[in-house]
């Protein structure tokens, strides 16, 4: 029996009663999944994610491209603290939400692609430099990075640097060959464990690295006094408690008995592994999937609502749309979601694919937006990348009002006029979706051989044909919605 730590049939009667309230009663609703190569149908790696937060809110998309710094520059972060600019960062596709600390997503051009969930952890005395380093963690990763796993050490070098100035978070970072968790706790401690290439790991928003072993450079890194800072807190006694879990020690636990958490968790890894786990069991941090995992099996999970089980609160949509039940996977606060298809043998132009889908997954169609694409459709972003960089806390009252224009805000009035009617829309909606999604995924081989050959004549004109292909499928997103 896989028992899951701390749960007893007392506790599972209560978090029920919890899980059954509104969505407003919880603060943490990101998801992700990573998909090491050899697990994937047609050998990326694949990287899933659902980002959630609460309140109206508006995603900016933008192409940074790469830049030079004199030697001397510095950053200075929100809190203060001063961090040395680098020499030359690289080109990135920004998905930004203003006002936000933990929410933007990147993609740079050598296809490292980063996301979080915040998990909390049990810390609350944190060692902290000039009050330690937040939002630019992410961020300096993809400026930085060319591989997955240099992004790992450049983030845990800031994290002993600066300190982390949040509870903790987990950083989802994937490139074309390997796919990482990074976990950070708030101050100066974190570990980070590779994604075997023939599994896929999921996390909701706890901590879901367990065992570790540091001398297993291949496959982990973290701060070097991790276990010993444990013993000192008193979080961890080696003759006691056995082996050292880094989930269990460094975890608030309350969090890990979040029953939102867990139904996630149990409700996506059980639609993409062989054996069916029950809520009450122990997850792995990986396994293999039961099949090679396609593009429509990560689209599938990001707009899960736990239907057909005892946690679909909506009883299949007769009580109201299923974001106002209980917390599921796309969700009332699920702002975007994304699947990165990351793949190592094409030019990076049309190697590294972002399928995005605006706001709602279960009712917006994930289109494809190639990192080789010259320019943003007009209409998705409020001002430029240079004052995004520079305004992005600034505060925003009314997000219709300060954009009124804002081609996201259509797919945000959309979904929440779909959720009045759910039940008697939505399988008119989803097919709408499918019928587009599978035609984009059935042509994606013809048409990047195509921008192969054009590429060796004409870049500029390989440019232009990948732009106006991604234009074309936001719009046909948008007739969906109009329709």
């Not at 039940?325 to 190697?351: M, W």
Request: glycine letters at 6%; one cysteine or more.
């Amino acid at each position: 029996m896989r028992a899951r730590f701390g749960i007893s049939c007392l506790f599972l009667i209560s978090v029920l009663v919890v899980f059954s309230q509104k969505t407003s009663d919880f603060t943490h609703d990101c998801f992700s999944v990573l998909v090491g190569k050899d697990a994937s149908a047609d050998g990326s790696v694949m990287f899933a994610h659902n980002e959630d937060d609460w309140g109206d809110r508006i995603v900016n998309w933008y192409q940074v491209p790469a830049r030079n710094y004199n030697a001397g520059e510095t950053i200075t972060l929100k809190n203060g603290a001063i961090m040395e600019q680098v020499n030359a960062t690289f080109n990135y596709l920004w998905l930004e939400m203003p006002e936000m600390d933990f929410s933007d997503s990147y993609m740079n051009e050598w296809g490292v692609t980063i996301s979080s969930d915040a998990c909390l952890s049990r810390e609350k005395k944190p060692e902290l430099t000039d009050g330690g380093i937040g939002y630019w963690l992410r961020r300096a990763m993809a400026e930085r990075a060319k591989t997955a796993r240099e992004a790992v050490q450049i983030g845990g070098a800031l994290v002993e640097q600066f300190g982390y100035a949040s509870s903790g978070r987990t950083y989802c970072i994937a490139d074309a060959h390997e796919a990482w968790m990074l976990s950070v706790v708030y101050g100066k401690h974190w570990v980070a464990q590779r994604i075997p290439d023939d599994h896929i790991a999921i996390i909701p928003n706890y901590y879901t690295i367990t065992t570790i072993d540091l001398s297993d450079s291949e496959n982990y890194y973290g701060s070097a006094d991790l276990v010993d800072y444990a013993i000192k807190k008193k979080w961890y006694d080696p003759e006691e408690d056995g082996e050292f879990n880094f989930r269990l020690v460094y975890s608030d636990e309350g969090n890990l008995e979040n029953m939102g958490n867990i139904v996630r968790h149990w409700s996506a890894i059980n639609t993409l592994f062989t054996d069916q786990y029950q809520v009450e069991e122990e997850f792995p941090f990986s396994y293999k999937p039961k099949k090679k995992i396609e593009l429509s099996d990560l689209f599938t999970v990001l707009r899960n609502h736990n239907e057909g089980s005892e946690y679909d609160q909506s009883e299949n949509y007769i009580k109201g749309n299923p974001h106002e039940h209980g917390r599921a996977i796309c969700s009332n606060t699920t702002q975007y979601g994304f699947v990165a298809q990351l793949r190592s043998d094409l030019p990076k132009e049309i190697a590294f694919v972002l399928w995005l889908s605006p706001f709602r997954p279960c009712v917006h169609a994930f289109t494809q937006w190639y990192f080789g694409m010259a320019v943003i459709p007009d209409g998705f972003a409020v001002s430029n990348y240079q004052k995004a960089l520079s305004t992005h806390f600034d505060p925003i009252e009314n997000v219709f009002e300060f954009a009124p224009k804002n081609r996201f805000l259509k797919f945000v009035k959309d979904a929440r006029e779909v959720d009045k009617n759910y039940g008697s829309r939505i399988a008119t909606i989803q097919s709408k979706i499918s019928t587009l999604e599978n035609e984009l995924i059935k042509n994606q081989k013809s048409f990047e051989e195509k921008i192969l050959k054009l590429a060796s004549r004409d870049e500029r004109m390989m440019q232009k044909s990948l732009t106006d292909y991604c234009i074309k499928q936001i719009e046909q997103a948008e007739e969906i919605i109009d329709e």
